[in-house]
């Protein structure tokens, strides 16, 4: 059974930083796709950022970002990161982190087979 494990949200001055770590079972990660999605009440869970199962791959980013995360992967400790900077409140979000057996990465949640429970942003004014 493959298990996702979130950490590293918590709450955070506006123009602060966050790393979030997302731990995995998965024993053949590298054949994996990963996700960050993010999701507020009243709104459609989105995609934050995605990464390919090649190491160093392709990666996706959502527009609205402006380029102020970055998503990386671990592959011999099984683990994704996103590295978020300067966060803004409405970066407010439970961030999850998503995992499907494919090469290629896709921004839409339908696509993800497993998900981690979540972790909590919260970003102050």
């Known amino acids: 059974q493959v298990q996702l494990v979130e950490s590293g949200g918590g709450l955070v001055q506006a123009g602060g930083s966050l790393r979030l770590s997302c731990a995995t079972s998965i024993r053949t990660f590298t054949n994996y796709a990963m996700g960050w999605f993010r999701q507020v009440p009243g709104k459609e869970r989105e995609c934050v950022a995605a990464?390919?199962?090649?190491?160093?791959?392709?990666?996706y980013y959502a527009t609205s970002l402006k380029g102020r995360f970055t998503i990386s992967r671990d592959d011999a400790k099984n683990t994704v990161y996103l590295q978020m900077n300067d966060l803004k409140p409405e970066d407010t979000a439970l961030y999850y982190c998503?995992?499907?057996?494919?090469?290629?990465?896709?921004?839409?949640?339908?696509?993800?087979?497993?998900w981690g429970q979540g972790t909590q942003v919260t970003v102050s004014s």
């Open positions: 998503a995992a499907r057996l494919a090469l290629t990465w896709t921004p839409f949640a339908s696509d993800y087979n497993y």
């Open positions: 990464i390919s199962s090649r190491r160093s791959g392709t990666t």
